[in-house]
């Protein structure tokens, strides 16, 4: 058993790449066992990002398909976007709905906060639910519009079978709604 | 509406930024109506990954606490790893199970597919449903053992609870798997 207050100390850490938004730190690293080893980790932002799962009635979720440079592919996923300096992680939630589907959010439910590759990162992102939608556009930063893709949620294995719906935090989010509503209306 | 056959086009590309582990490239892109950005993308080593949600019996799953230099943290997951070079996804899973946890497995099901943050990475990782488990262990190059927690899929709410169990993917994963078994008995 690990005694999980023994954690590794760092005893060196430096910047071994860097480039306009990535920050690589190597880090030596003693075990509380003494073993040592050299890792890598991505320094970010700190900032956070925020994810929603807008629903535009009580049956259907919004979507949004945008250019991803990591596949070079289109890809499907709910709106999501790095929190401002200084800005609450709601009104984070809210303005990008406002930019990305031109809808704002009555009704903010937190559902949960979802890591990335914490092996590597420290990216901290909120999901939220979104429900009471009202139209309200907010110009964003996008090299093009959006497609905007509605989908019933009743339909989500649907959506889980779209080749292009396959990021682990929209798929994470989908399913704890899913779970949410179903323990409503058990 | 998008027309999905007309991605952007690379126009140019270079290496900003070089680790042992990333490689971080910016692009020149052209999007299709006339506008220019540069991305900064992370290559991968292309290799894949697994993670695996293994059932101990029919009840409880087996999860692994581990340290995280991302978040200089301990966090619990299930068991995961690249895919080593020549090596098929399933052998991959029952080797990582048979190195973190010291069970193989007789039955490897496929749950799905996930990417993280496309937009950044291409990073594609294949989860599977072990069952069928038997005692082999295989030596892995961890620093330190890994802490082995079993726990009843009946409890997933509480699982969902841990402040260590945040990790997007293996909540994904978790949820998968739940519906699916729910599926099963519907």
Redesign the interface.
Known sequence: ??D?NQ??E?TGKRT???????N?E??D?T???G???Q????LGSGRGAVLIVPMINKNTMVLV?E?????????LGFPKGLIDPGEQAENAANRELKEEIFFGADKLSYV??????????????TVFLAEGLYECKLEGDE?????IVEWPIADYKGL?QQNDF????S??AL??V??KFRGNHE
């Open positions: 058993m690990i999980k954690l590794p760092i071994v790449a860097k480039s306009a938004l990535f690589i190597q880090i690293l075990f509380s066992n073993e040592k080893r890792y890598e980790r991505m398909r250019y991803c440079a990591g596949t070079h592919s289109y890809q949960a906060e979802l890591m990335m590759a914490p092996a590597f990162f420290n990216a901290k992102m090299p093009e519009p959006l497609e889980l396959t990021e682990a935090r798929i994470a399913m704890l899913i779970d």
